[in-house]
């Protein structure tokens, strides 16, 4: 009897303690959708306090710290403004003052992970700043990127918060983790810099890309701002990462008042006010079309080269071919001649950009990219692929191809030539008959992307490994196997051949992968997902015909020497994802077995091509024929679990094991 009755008592107990479970948790769950609807009224519902107060300090505390969408309570009634229920909240329920939650900036839609002090900053919810600083929060506290709540305040443009969190003792100085200062994130407003600076807030302070304040003001067009931080004793001549000080900043982004009140504030040389002049009348004419106003900045850097001893532009850059072989104007009458042709204009904007900052300048790389897809606009396509190939081949020298410019790079012009070579094919004697992609520059853009593939493999082999880094190694894969499909379909001669083959034996050498599922080339050459896409073209011009399976690639690379029986991740090979129905190509399965591909091989799944040939309906390969005893007896050991370790040759151990699944 007494055990039956001590087991009725653990029953009861149980329950008991199930029943609080379930009440606590209806009661976090109220108090989330009170917080939520608290808009007009500023407390609790008098039923839900009461609630509240009938447990446990400990228990209330477990109470308010349950979320919803990744915000509790307490973090919420800060967001709203609701100064009451964030007191009520942190004294009477012991809400964690600094218990994160995720935050949406309105201004650019940014998510963040920040305490309920930095919430309140941002929303501008001043009498509930007051109030957590009163209660001990931690006005320094760092948001996900390293951002302070004053700093964050700054970029809100919300002063009176500012004043009071630097009252109360904020650290002005505290940039967040890409070292942008609370300075820089004022520069829309006169007044908060005007405050900043009052507070010893440093106008030199730099972030990651070395900019500083004044840049950031240049870049946004504040003029005011701007003299107020050179008033100051912000450094006109401190340069940027690219190189760019204040006069350079202002003619990139084409910030005309800027401009002149920096030639009157600052004591320039007439080399560089003629630079400047010739720099700022690019901007004109590639950003904002203005024609007239590109002439006449110019027509004065002539004026300023010719004011006393000529001053020569330097230094001399080299003409290229993607500019025409082009030069600069040096003369009134060069200048007049290109004045009513507007690429001639363009170019010369190019070469300025290119003299003045350099061919490596991200200023100047992007110009060439802009440039390239507005003849592509024009159907002027040989044009945007010298352009393209040049900034292609310079990305690669400075960044290599694991920089996710390179990539896009590579992506845009190895999809342009595919789409070229599609309207070729097409038309046949129509109007795209002339522009099949040059062998010459399908082979050039191939040998820049494997000049130092090996190298990027083993960086991105280091630890940390980056995911991003990966992920463009892999893309630049794809784009490599479309380019052996557009060699193979643009070359002429035996040179053009043989070329192909000497350049696609030494990276089928190399043994590369994909970075993330560990293909290599001819995995990728045989699946119907290996796709390139670009940015520079809009979803409608890509091709709706995929370049793979192909067959051209996949004999090309055999003859190479790629390894029929390689593995990727999934212990795929390259058969299995042949033999997969919506990759089948009838000639190309044939092709993998006539080199001596494996029927019964499996992948780390167990699936085998053998059962996805055999059910595909329209095959017609007569199978057995690639099934060798040694492939059957080898199954059929994997398959119940025969011990052969020690009992075979060991030649014919690893044959064993790779049927393995």
């Known amino acids: 009897m007494g055990k039956y009755s001590t087991h009725a008592g653990s029953s009861t107990s149980s329950s008991k303690q199930s029943n609080q479970h379930r009440e606590l948790e209806q009661l976090g769950i109220d108090l989330l959708q009170e917080c939520k609807k608290c808009i007009d009224v500023n407390r609790l519902s008098r039923n839900l306090r009461e609630r509240l107060e009938r447990l446990p300090r400990k228990m209330r505390k477990e109470v308010v710290k349950r979320t919803s969408e990744g915000c509790s309570p307490l973090f919420i009634a800060c967001r709203r403004g609701n100064v009451e229920i964030t007191e009520y909240l942190i004294t009477v329920c012991a809400a964690n003052s600094e218990q994160k939650g995720m935050y949406e900036v309105p201004e650019d839609r940014s998510v963040h992970c920040v305490t309920p002090l930095w919430c309140a ?15 001990g929060s931690n006005i320094n506290a760092l948001s996900d990127t390293g951002s302070t709540p004053l700093r964050s305040a700054c970029f809100m443009t919300h002063i009176d918060i500012v004043q009071f969190l630097v009252e109360n003792g904020a650290d002005i100085r505290k940039p967040n983790y890409n070292g942008g200062t609370c300075l820089i994130n004022s520069v829309q407003s006169v007044s ?20 500083t304040a004044l840049h950031y003001a240049i870049q946004e067009h504040r003029l005011e701002t701007t003299q107020l931080l050179l008033e100051h004793g912000a450094d006109p001549f401190a340069k940027s990462r690219y190189g760019d000080d204040a ?131 024009a159907h002027r396509f040989q044009r945007c692929i010298d352009l393209w190939l040049l900034a292609l081949q310079v990305r690669v020298q400075k960044y290599s191809i694991l920089y996710s410019d390179t990539c896009l790079t590579a992506q845009a012009i190895v999809r342009l030539m595919l789409d070229l070579l599609e309207k070729y094919n097409e038309a046949q004697g129509n109007e795209f008959v002339d522009l099949r992609p040059r062998f010459e520059d399908v082979y050039a853009v191939f040998t820049i992307l494997t000049a130092n593939i090996k190298e990027a493999l083993r960086l991105i082999s280091i630890r940390p490994v980056h995911r991003k880094q990966q992920e463009n190694f892999d893309r630049i894969l794809k784009c490599l196997t ?109 092709m993998l077995l006539e080199a001596g591909a494996d029927l019964d091989e499996p992948n780390s799944n167990d699936d085998r091509p053998l059962i996805h040939i055999a059910l595909n309906p329209i095959n017609d390969i007569p199978l057995m024929k690639y099934m060798s005893l040694k492939c059957l007896c080898s ?27």
């Open 482 to 590: 479309h380019l052996m499909h557009l060699m193979l379909a643009t070359a002429k001669t035996p040179e053009d051949h043989a070329a192909i083959y000497r350049s696609v034996r030494e990276i089928v050498a190399s043994k590369i992968r994909s970075a993330i599922t560990s293909d290599t080339l001819l995995h990728l050459s045989l699946s119907r997902l290996n796709v390139i896409k670009s940015g520079y073209f809009s979803d409608d011009t890509h091709s709706s015909r995929p370049t793979f399976p192909s067959l051209g690639v996949v004999r090309l690379l055999l003859d190479c020497g790629a390894d029929v029986g390689a593995k990727n991740e999934s212990k795929s090979t390259p058969l299995i994802i042949a033999a997969l129905p919506y990759n089948y190509e009838r000639d190309v399965v044939y």
């Open 192 to 211: 908060l810099c005007t405050y900043l600076i009052g507070k010893g807030a440093d106008v030199n302070a730099r972030d990651i890309q070395d900019k």
């Open 121 to 135: 900053c941002v929303s501008g919810k001043l009498p509930v700043v007051k109030c957590l600083v009163r209660l």
């Open 635 to 661: 199954t059929i050991i994997a398959r119940f679990g025969i011990p052969y370790r020690n009992q075979i040759p060991r030649t014919l151990e690893e044959f064993v094991k790779r049927h393995e699944a």
């Open 247 to 377: 006069l350079q900043t202002a003619c990139l982004k084409g910030a005309h008042l800027i401009f002149d009140y920096l030639k009157i504030y600052v004591r320039y040389s007439y080399e560089q006010l003629a630079d400047a002049h010739e720099l700022i009348g690019s901007t004109f004419i590639d950003d904002l079309n203005e024609t007239r106003v590109a002439m006449l900045h110019w027509r004065m850097a002539h004026h300023i080269r010719h004011r006393e001893e000529y001053i020569p532009k330097r230094p001399a850059v080299q003409t290229r071919a993607a500019y025409g072989h082009a030069v600069e104007f040096t003369t009134i009458a060069e200048l007049d001649n290109i004045a009513a042709d507007v690429d001639a204009m363009r170019v010369q904007s190019l070469l300025i950009y290119e003299r003045i900052l350099g061919i490596e300048h991200k200023d100047t790389l992007f110009r060439l990219m802009y440039r390239g897809a507005s003849y592509a606009d």
